[in-house]
């Protein structure tokens, strides 16, 4: 089995920062490509940030500049650090893992979510 927990959500202010980290564990051989997504209420999933395993990362054109996707592998974490924060990155924000297990075999996962607030 392979667990992903999510945490760092909380309120800030705009022009604030936060990092969020998504650690996985379990029956894990490699984390391969990453991404985080946001969903907003009344709004469809989105895009915010992908990194390859080779290392390309993507961001939405709204967070570049902003926000930064990192891994580290001892850990099997990955995290999205996002500064100078603006009310409309309010969402609930998931991470997605494509994770190698032990037995040799590669699966998606998401994260539970975590809810991010910019409001003054």
């Known amino acids: 089995q392979v667990q992903l927990v999510e945490s760092g959500g909380v309120l800030v202010q705009p022009g604030g920062s936060l990092r969020l980290s998504c650690a996985a564990s379990g029956s894990i051989s490699s984390i391969n490509d990453m991404g985080w997504y ?15 395993s080779r290392g390309s990362s993507n961001y939405a054109d709204s967070v570049k500049g902003r926000f930064t996707i990192s891994r580290d592998n001892a850990k099997n ?18 991470c997605k893992l ?23």
Do not use: H
């Open 98 to 120: 494509r994770i190698t297990r032990i037995s040799g075999l590669s699966f998606d996962y998401w994260g539970q979510g975590t809810q991010v607030t910019v409001s003054s």
């Open 38 to 52: 946001r969903q907003a209420p009344g709004k469809q999933r989105e895009l915010v940030a992908t990194k390859t």
């Open 77 to 94: 974490t990955v995290y999205l650090q996002m500064n100078s924060l603006k009310p409309e990155d309010t969402a609930v924000y998931y």
